[in-house]
């Protein structure tokens, strides 16, 4: 099982950035998805989750500023980051909480993508 995030780069401040993370692999189903993110000198901190039934949860900092959504034919989950500010600037991680083939339920992490947010 491979998490592939994408959509990451340069933004500024103000500015809308989408980001995507695909799930493949030997997927019998995929429950909870998040987005964590990680700024430079600081831990890693939730952003936001989504459960497979499409309940979601934010941190207090990006509430009403970022979405999490989930297309579950794709295995993919977004972040749509609007009104980006420069402490927005973060390697951004997804996970996933997969139900393997063989039966075995594994919380995988993506690459994680950059986001700098600056003039």
């Known amino acids: 099982v491979q998490l592939q995030a994408s959509g990451g780069g340069l933004v500024q401040p103000g500015g809308s950035l989408r980001l995507s993370c695909v799930v493949s692999g030997s997927i019998f189903s995929i429950g909870a998805m998040g987005w964590y993110r990680q700024a430079p000198g600081k831990q890693r901190e939730l952003a936001a989750t989504?459960?497979?039934?499409?309940?979601?949860d934010y941190a207090d900092s990006v509430k009403g500023r970022f979405t999490i959504s989930r297309d579950a034919a794709k295995n993919t989950v977004y972040l749509q980051m609007n009104s980006l500010k420069p402490e927005d600037t973060a390697v951004y991680y997804c996970?996933?909480?997969?139900?393997?083939?063989?039966?075995?339920?594994?919380?995988?992490w993506g690459q994680g993508t950059l986001v700098t947010v600056s003039s």
């Open positions: 989504i459960t497979s039934s499409g309940s979601t």
């Open positions: 996970n996933a909480e997969v139900l393997r083939t063989d039966w075995r339920k594994v919380l995988y």
